[in-house]
């Protein structure tokens, strides 16, 4: 979706929201461990049929999350 065209439908009426945008809340509400550091990431969103998808901007933080989560 970084090309700015929907896979689902093709439609190239693609938004792009800072991942600022997201409340917490949108993480089921549960609070993150205090430990883990905040990943920035960039949602896009498709305007035709509201499919989204959402991008770990650093790739240092996928790094990070490799370390933790990885097998
Ligand atoms: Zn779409």
Redesign the pocket.
């Known amino acids: 979706m970084k090309n700015l065209q929907?896979?689902?439908?093709?439609?190239r009426?693609?938004v792009r929201l800072p991942g600022e945008l997201q409340p917490p809340a949108m993480f089921s509400g549960a609070k993150p461990p205090s430990s883990f550091k905040t990943v920035r990431t960039t949602r896009y969103c498709?305007a035709?049929?509201?499919?989204t998808e959402e991008w770990v901007d650093d790739p240092n933080d996928l790094q990070d999350l490799l370390k933790k989560y990885g097998f």
């Not at 035709?48 to 499919?51: L, P, R, S």
């Open positions: 929907c896979p689902k439908c093709r439609s009426d693609v498709c035709t049929c509201g499919y």
